[in-house]
């Protein structure tokens, strides 16, 4: 896949109600006394996000609201492993002369933390205006994951960096969740 296709979330429901009868099937462990956070999460709040994912969270209503978003896929090979079908958000601004702008999401995290900033950061409202690009990282969200080891720092930001070209960015500014993936980002950019 050289070219860059639109992308639709569509999540069938068997996937849906195979991840609600995994919930209602989970086992939970003993818990200390007194432990709190101690100790990671407090059995109380897994139990609690566990009943609010079973029976309340309505994936047909965040699939509608993703579906506003402008998807996209493609494939990027980085040297050594095989090529990645990898998804993306991508807004361009109207604005003339906006600022290519990649934002890789965090650990854990994913493409959504962005978009709260799509609107504003697309416009500019004065400031400078941004095309965004916000990828699902190789191994998260929707994008695919390597079968191969090795695949560290380096090859996120080489994949990413790829995806930039791909998309006829040559020079561009990032915002990262990953200190040491904006560092190895300003490597291959410099």
Excluded at 10 to 39: C, T, Y
Excluded at 80 to 85: A, D, N
Excluded at 100 to 126: C, D, I, M, R, Y
């Amino acid at each position: 896949m050289d070219s860059i296709y639109k992308h639709t979330i569509n999540i069938s429901d068997s996937h849906v109600q195979d991840l609600k009868q995994r919930l209602s099937l989970a086992r939970f462990p003993d818990e200390l006394d007194g432990a709190g956070w101690d100790m990671g999460s407090p059995l109380k709040e897994i139990r609690r996000l566990t009943k609010y994912w079973r029976d309340q969270f309505d994936w047909r209503q965040s699939e509608r609201k993703l579906a506003e978003l402008p998807h996209y896929v493609t494939c990027i090979q980085c040297d050594g492993f095989e090529s990645l079908r990898i998804h993306f958000i991508h807004k361009k601004s109207q604005a003339k002369n906006a600022i290519p702008l990649l934002f890789a999401h965090g650990w854990p995290g994913n493409f959504l933390e962005v978009t709260k900033l799509l609107e504003p950061l697309s416009q500019g409202g004065g400031g400078p205006a941004f095309d965004i690009v916000a990828p699902s990282l190789p191994n998260f969200g929707f994008s695919e994951g390597t079968n191969k080891q090795g695949f560290a720092i380096a090859q996120y930001a080489e994949t990413l960096h790829k995806l930039m070209l791909k998309l006829g960015y040559d020079e561009y500014v990032t915002q990262g969740g990953m200190c040491i993936l904006q560092s190895s980002l300003r490597a291959l950019t410099c």
